[in-house]
């Protein structure tokens, strides 16, 4: 049997380039008597903009630290170890760069392994241990903790999470087996499946105390000195920490359950990670903890090795990192300063443009329109908004105030944008009118001014066509929700210069936008490809392939919403105008549905109605429907649905819409909402075979989103 030192030696010797997490031990005398302490804290050396992490090496470095203080525990030199982090980090979790280059099952059990090997040294010492979570715990930085005997946590704590599900693997440093154990089964989905499957939702320190994860709660200033003290009297007996009792009856079955219909209407069985870790979860109903952790181990080995978690990581990195550098983007000194914005349209778009530019830039905002009724409505929205951020806490009063004077209307475009900086247009997606807006503002803003479009369809350069300075239009495409979806499209049109891009891109960084440089090409990148998905689906229904069949067959790609589902939250108008778009462009690919359009004529929001709760066939909808006789399998709607993507990201690349795929799969990811464990879609199109049949070639190279060769 190899010793936890050999196998993370071992696995030190696969990942030479790990930022080393050191394990510091100090000592001093507890107040009130309670005698000699050990408090180890765990630091990379560098700021907490780089966090904390654990490759073999800092596991090798924990491991020496607990050698020294079980020595000192054995002896009776100490009374209590504590483990704690750096400034405003404790430890998020497990090194994913050192595990995209593990290539052998055997190398991912050692990970696995070697973390449970070190961590649960934590709970056998001879005296009590203590974790003081002082700031972000995620993954293997929350399970060190879970291993000690006692918890406290920081009321200023930004974000603790299990978030392995999220990515694809299981919490499998003790989290699916001990969490259960101590919290009950129920709390301990939550944390686990549905605050993952949730885009990584994050716990505050005041839920991790109501959860029952940590003991104790105390302010953030004085956190450490607090918990010491804390510590000091549970060691001299003066508190006694109370957990409640575990259910171990129907209600853990019932938790695991919950957990299951969670994964089904998230990844439809399309992913393993949240099936696996709920296996375990239940599994750990009987308490016994070396069974739990030796089925995390094996969990953990095959998800590593597996495509999903690959995919997983692929995507973390596109919006960890890629999304900060936006391929192609101009040098960021050519930016201009941005002091005042003018929003043409005040329809509900334009609203949440307006509020969004208020909030984030804190620049005066004009809205105009072409009535003063519409202004009024569209300032009302922002100030009801504001309104409702008051009401929740997440401003204050001035906060309040200040956004509420910085948006006004303006019918007189010359008074409203005649020192703007920056205009952003959201008026109806015609492009007559948009040309007619352009030119009336043109006439009136200093020369410096952006004019930017925020058409998801139509051509930039051509909205620019007319005017005498063309160069500083820009595509500034947002999508819906504009609060929630990270999303933007920058478009350069034929004649944008670097100055109005830099300044659009830098406007969109403070906006806390994820950007992406695209070519002005019909539809750009997510309507495109959307439309194309979504077209294929709509072909094979109006050949003869019942809706349902049609909408089924795209389940196992787990996306948040059936293609008709998103057709309504789209709206089919819009849907059809895009199509209409598209196919005038690019009619060989694209066609416009008959019953479709025969469903916009007649006034219908979607194809379902939801009178039982649950989405069905509209009958007025199934009476418009006019369909051939050809009716396909779910599995031929899907092959073919697949290939029509695949064959458009190809054209799209040829035809250089962005850089390269990785841009396309974080389009999807942040604009559409696309699963994170398909890496956006050209991982999948790869080890599906699809992008091999309809192009001849992967997307990607082995080991990008996929196991190394």
């Known amino acids: 049997m190899s010793t936890t030192a050999e196998l993370l030696k071992g696995a030190a010797e696969l990942f030479p380039d790990e930022v080393v997490t050191q394990a510091h031990v100090r000592h001093f005398d507890l107040p009130f008597g309670a005698g000699r302490f050990a408090l180890i804290t765990l630091d990379n050396g560098l700021d907490h903009t780089k966090p904390t992490t654990f490759g073999p090496q800092s596991l090798a470095n924990l491991n020496a630290a607990i050698d020294q203080v079980e020595k000192e525990a054995a002896e009776g030199s100490i009374t209590g170890i504590g483990l704690t982090g750096k400034p405003f980090i404790f430890a998020v979790g497990a090194d994913l760069k050192g595990v995209e280059l593990l290539k052998k099952h055997e190398d991912a059990l050692a990970i696995g392994k070697g973390g449970h090997d070190v961590f649960k040294r934590l709970s056998s010492l001879a005296v009590p241990t203590f974790a003081y979570y002082n700031g972000a715990a995620m993954g293997g930085g929350v399970e060190a903790g879970l291993h000690c005997t006692y918890r406290t946590v920081s009321r200023a704590i930004p974000a603790f999470s299990l978030p392995e599900v999220f990515l694809g693997l299981v919490p499998g440093w003790g989290g699916c087996t001990l969490l259960p154990n101590l919290i009950g089964a129920d709390r301990a989905v939550s944390v686990i499946i549905e605050n993952s499957l949730n885009q990584n939702r994050q716990l505050k320190g005041k839920q991790v105390f109501e959860l029952g994860i940590a003991d104790a709660l105390f302010d953030g200033a004085d956190f450490l000195e607090q918990s010491l003290l804390w510590t000091a009297r549970v060691l001299k007996g003066d508190v006694q920490v109370d957990r409640a009792e575990i259910d171990r009856g129907e209600a853990w079955d019932q938790a695991v359950e919950r957990g299951r219909f969670i994964a089904d209407s998230k990844v439809h069985g399309a992913a393993p990670a949240a099936y696996r870790a709920l296996e375990i979860i239940s599994a750990a109903k009987n308490g016994d903890l070396r069974q739990g952790f030796d089925a995390e181990d094996q969990a953990l080995a095959d998800l590593i090795m597996g495509e999903e978690l690959r995919s997983g990581i692929y995507s973390f990195n596109l919006v960890q990192k890629r999304a ?386």
């Open 324 to 709: 900060k550098r936006p391929a192609g983007a101009p040098d960021r000194s050519l930016a201009r300063p941005v002091t005042k914005v003018g929003v043409v349209g005040a329809g509900l778009m334009a609203s949440q443009l307006a509020l969004l530019f208020a909030r984030r830039l804190e620049v005066q905002v004009v809205l105009t329109d072409i009535d003063q009724e519409r202004i009024d409505k569209g300032v009302g929205y922002v100030h009801g908004e504001i309104d409702k951020l008051l009401a929740k806490g997440r401003i204050g009063n001035d906060k309040a105030n200040r956004l509420k004077a910085a948006v006004t209307g303006s019918l007189d475009k010359a008074a409203g944008f005649g020192d703007a900086d920056f205009v952003i247009e959201a008026v109806f997606e015609e492009m007559g009118v948009k040309q007619q807006v352009f030119a009336e503002v043109e006439a009136v803003v200093p020369a410096h001014t952006i004019l930017a479009t925020n058409t998801s369809s139509l051509s930039v350069s051509e909205m620019a066509s007319k005017l005498k300075h063309p160069e500083r239009v820009v595509g500034f495409h947002f999508f819906n929700p504009v609060a929630i979806l990270p999303l933007l499209e920058i478009v350069r049109g034929e004649k944008t210069d670097d100055a109005s891009l830099a300044t659009a891109f830098a406007v969109a960084k403070k906006l806390k936008k994820t950007a992406v440089l695209v070519k002005d090409a019909p539809a750009f990148v997510v309507n495109r490809i959307l439309t194309r998905f979504m077209g294929e689906i709509q072909n094979v229904i109006d050949e003869g392939t019942p809706v349902a069949v049609a909408e089924k067959a795209v389940e196992p790609l787990g996306l948040p919403m059936s293609p008709l589902v998103l057709l309504e939250l789209v709206g089919p108008a819009i849907g059809l105008h895009v199509s209409e778009t598209l196919a005038g462009a690019f009619p060989d690919r694209f066609k416009v549905s008959p019953n479709l359009a025969a469903v916009v004529k007649a006034g219908k929001r979607g194809f379902y109605v939801y009178d039982s709760g649950k989405p069905e066939l509209d009958p007025e909808v199934a009476a418009l429907l006019v369909q051939g006789d050809s009716v396909l399998t779910e599995e031929q709607v899907r092959a073919r649905v697949l290939e029509a993507v695949a064959q458009e990201i190809g054209l799209m690349l040829d035809e250089g819409v962005v850089a390269e795929a990785q841009d396309i799969d974080l389009c999807l990811i942040t604009g559409a909402g696309w699963p994170f464990h398909l890496g956006g879609i050209t991982p999948y199109l790869d080890r599906s075979g699809t992008a091999e049949k309809a192009n001849g070639k992967r997307f990607l190279p082995v080991g990008v989103a996929s196991v190394p060769a």
